[in-house]
C-alpha cells in the first residue's frame, strides 16, 4: 500500500511540481528559494498522506503546505533582522515584509508557469544548466533521472542545478516573460532548450540505448504547456508539431534488439497515427498564424513542414522529395549551417540520384565544424554504396562507427560496412 502511495505521489509531483514552483517564485521572487519550499511540501507529503491518504485536491495541499513553510521562513528573517532593532513602527514594516500568500496565489498560473519557462532557460545560464534547471522546475525531474537521461554524474548534474538557482540570484534575473524583441530573442532560447531535450531522447548521442522516450515525453509536454501559454506564437506551435510526428515514429525506429532502423526502412503501419493527427493540426496552426502576421515560416514550422512530408507518405516511395528540398533551401537560408546543408544533401539525393547528393556532400567535407560529426561520413557511406563504390562506402561508415558515442549506432554502421565488404 505504501509503495503504491508514493507512486501516486511521484506522479501527482511530476504534474503539480511546475505550477507550485511557478506560484511559490512569483511571491518569493526567487526560483532556488521557491522549488526549496516545494521540496520541503513534497517531503510532507511523503511523510503525511501515506497515513492519511492522498487529498482530492494535491495541488492545493501542496500549496498550502508550501505556503506556512514560507511565511516561516519570513517570519524567521525578520525576527533575526530586529534582534538589535527597536520594536514598534520597525516591527510593522518587517511584518510587511512576509507576502501576501492568498492574494498572490489568486493570480493567474498560466502566466507563472510562462515565467518560470523564460526563467530557467534565462541566456544568463550556459545550455547545460538551462537543461538541468528546465527539467527538474518543469519535467518534475529528480537529479538522478537527469543525471541518467544525459550519461553524467549525479554530482555534475547537481551542480549546475545549484549554480543555476544561485546564478539566477545573484544576477537578480527578474520572474517575468520579456517582452517586445527580448521575447523574441529569449523564445528562441526556451524552444531551443526544449527541442534540445525532445533530440537527446529521439538520438541518444552516447550510451546503450538508441532512444530514451522518457526524455521525448517530457520534451512534448513542456512543449504542449508552451503552446497552451503562448498561443498566438507560431514556432511554439511549430515545434510541437515537429516533435508529436517525430515521436509518432518512435516505435518503428527500434527492433526488439535494441538495433535502430533508417527511416526508410521503417514499417509505417507501426507509425502513431494519433501522433501524426495531432502534429498536422499543430502544423495547420501555426502555418495560420504565419499567415496571419504575413511573415515567412520559422525554422521549427519549416522543420515540422518538412516531417509532414515524410508522415503523409504512405510509403517512401510517396515521399515529396522535391518539396523537402524546397524546404531545405529556405531552411538553409533562414538558418545557415552545415547540418542543414548535409539534410538538403540527402533531399537532392533522394530527388535527383545519389550523384548530386554526393557532390553537395564532397564540398562539405572541407568545413571543420563537420570533421567529427558522424552523420556526415554516414551519409556519404550510403550515397557512394548506392553508386555501387563499395570500397569508398566501407571505409565511410567504418569512420563514422568510429565517430559516433552511440552503441547501437555503432553497431549498425559497423553492419553496413560489412555488407559493402559482401557486395
Same mark, same amino acid.
Given at each position: 500500500m505504501t509503495t503504491d502511495t508514493h507512486r501516486a505521489i511521484d506522479a501527482v509531483w511530476r504534474i503539480e511540481s511546475p505550477r507550485l514552483i511557478a506560484g511559490l517564485a512569483r511571491i518569493v521572487r526567487d526560483v532556488g528559494l521557491a522549488e526549496d519550499l516545494a521540496q520541503d511540501a513534497l517531503v510532507a507529503a511523503l511523510e503525511q498522506w501515506p497515513e492519511s491518504g492522498i487529498p482530492e485536491k494535491p495541488g492545493a495541499w501542496l500549496m498550502a503546505a508550501a505556503k506556512h513553510r514560507a511565511i516561516d521562513h519570513f517570519r524567521g528573517n525578520t525576527r533575526k533582522q530586529r534582534k538589535h532593532e527597536e520594536l514598534g513602527r520597525e516591527l510593522e514594516k518587517k511584518e510587511m515584509a512576509v507576502p501576501d500568500f492568498n492574494a498572490a496565489l489568486d493570480d493567474d498560473v498560466g502566466d507563472d508557469l510562462l515565467r518560470l519557462v523564460f526563467t530557467a532557460c534565462h541566456p544568463v545560464l550556459p545550455t547545460e544548466s538551462r537543461v538541468a534547471l528546465t527539467l527538474r522546475m518543469l519535467g518534475g525531474l529528480t537529479t538522478p533521472e537527469i543525471a541518467r537521461a544525459f550519461l553524467v554524474p549525479e554530482a555534475t548534474v547537481a551542480q549546475r542545478i545549484v549554480r543555476s538557482k544561485r546564478t539566477l540570484a545573484e544576477k537578480r534575473i527578474p520572474f517575468e516573460v520579456p517582452r517586445g524583441n527580448e521575447l523574441t530573442a529569449r523564445l528562441s532560447s526556451v524552444l531551443a532548450v526544449v527541442y534540445l531535450i525532445f533530440n537527446e531522447g529521439y538520438s541518444a548521442t552516447a550510451g546503450d540505448d538508441w532512444m530514451r522516450p522518457a526524455l521525448c515525453e517530457d520534451a512534448l509536454r513542456l512543449g504542449r504547456i508552451l503552446a497552451e501559454l503562448a498561443p498566438q506564437e507560431p514556432e511554439v506551435h511549430g515545434l510541437v508539431a515537429l516533435m508529436e510526428i517525430q515521436a509518432s515514429r518512435s516505435r518503428a525506429r527500434v527492433r526488439p534488439s535494441g538495433e535502430p532502423i533508417l527511416l526508410l526502412d521503417q514499417n509505417r503501419a507501426h507509425w502513431d497515427q494519433l501522433l501524426i493527427r495531432r502534429g498536422l493540426a499543430a502544423l495547420e496552426h501555426a502555418e495560420k498564424l504565419v @499567415?496571419?502576421?504575413? @511573415? %515567412?515560416?520559422?525554422? +521549427?514550422?519549416?522543420? %515540422? =513542414?518538412? %516531417? @509532414?512530408?515524410? @508522415?503523409?507518405?504512405?510509403?517512401? =516511395? =510517396?515521399?515529396?522529395?522535391?518539396?523537402?528540398?524546397?524546404? +531545405?533551401? %529556405?531552411?538553409? =537560408?533562414?538558418?545557415p549551417s552545415p547540418i542543414v546543408e548535409l539534410n538538403r544533401a540527402v533531399a537532392i539525393a533522394m530527388a535527383s540520384g545519389p550523384a548530386a547528393g554526393l557532390e553537395l556532400v564532397d564540398a562539405l567535407t572541407a568545413d571543420r565544424s563537420l570533421a567529427n560529426y558522424h552523420l556526415l561520413p554516414s551519409v556519404r557511406g550510403d550515397l557512394l554504396k548506392k553508386l555501387s563504390r563499395f570500397d569508398e562506402a566501407r571505409a565511410e561508415f567504418e569512420r563514422a562507427a568510429s565517430l559516433t558515442q552511440n552503441a547501437q549506432e555503432r553497431n549498425l554502421l559497423l553492419q553496413r560496412a560489412q555488407a559493402c565488404t559482401e557486395a
Open positions: @499567415a496571419a502576421k504575413l @511573415a %515567412a515560416p520559422g525554422p +521549427y514550422v519549416l522543420q %515540422a =513542414e518538412i %516531417a @509532414a512530408c515524410h @508522415a503523409r507518405a504512405r510509403t517512401p =516511395e =510517396e515521399t515529396d522529395w522535391p518539396r523537402i528540398v524546397t524546404l +531545405y533551401a %529556405a531552411l538553409a =537560408e533562414l538558418t
